[in-house]
């Protein structure tokens, strides 16, 4: 499996200009060396630009659409428009949190999860952060980062608590699709009460029409997710979605379209195995009724 590994990926906006000017430079029948010397620009600099890696300006896009003889002002304006925004995108809400977000790379999946319209989030062992409570998120951060101090604990919690406002309400709320492994509603994170709460939670939650919750029933046995957890993130067109694959120390996400079409088809096979969202609430209702008071 071929994987990409970057400290940040490039913003939703970034790949779709890195996608277009390439795009533009190949229809005007040139190569990254021919442009170089046209513009006076570094070959490398330029082929950094077509493959996301590093943003660039107004100035040098204009330059380069002059260099493949774009005449049409729409072109014009919506290359623009792509490094207008992605420079836009640079300046996240979640900058406040870089001193605890960069150590993990989990700054680079917001930057994906911002733009994306629908997620696709299977997880064996833990409830999804898009879902979790404040106390439920608490214990987790704690126990899994025992390198931070309380006040770092904090921060992280109330990123994903933003994270929650972010992507699930407001004007544009993602889709959010989750199937959860029957296990994570039997490991007791942080006290009963704590689960108690994050199972009503999880039941409002699925009652939101932008999202869909669905537990993996034990009785199935081994299946495809066994694997570990993953998301699927889906962009506006033309963008390609992609796959992350969370770890503490070496994130990745994969975008390669064999690659993402696999994990769609694992998913797909979990979604279609696991409990509707109906029998789903009534699932984590009778659960959350056999916890000790």
Known sequence: MALKRKLVPQSVYRRQLAARLRELREAAGL???????????????????ETGERGTTPVLVRALLDCYAVTDTDVHDDVLDLVRADKEQQKPWWRKYST??????????????????????????????????????RAVIAQMR??????????????????????????R????????????????VGSPAVMREQFDHLVQAGEQPNVTIQILPF????HPGLYGPFVILTFPQPTAP?????????????????DVQNYMGI?????????SPAETRTRLTRIAEELEP
């Open 31 to 49: 190569t990254l060396t021919e442009v170089a010397e046209q513009i006076e620009v570094n070959q490398g600099s330029l082929s950094r630009i």
């Open 100 to 137: 605890v977000l960069t150590p993990t790379r989990y700054d680079g999946y917001l930057a994906l999860e911002a733009g994306a319209t629908a997620l696709a989030n299977y997880q064996p062992l833990l409830v999804p952060g898009l879902l979790q409570t404040e106390d439920y998120a």
């Open 146 to 171: 025992p390198d931070l101090t309380p006040d770092q604990v904090d921060a992280l919690v109330k990123v994903r608590m933003e994270r929650q406002d972010s992507r699930l309400s407001g004007e």
């Open 173 to 188: 709320p993602a889709y959010l699709r989750a199937v959860l492994d029957e296990a994570v509603l039997h490991r007791v």
């Open 219 to 222: 009785s199935l046995g081994a």
């Open 242 to 258: 992609l796959v992350w694959l969370e770890n503490p120390n070496n994130s990745v996400y994969l975008e390669f379209e064999s």
């Open 267 to 275: 998913f797909d096979q979990l979604r279609a195995s696991a409990l």
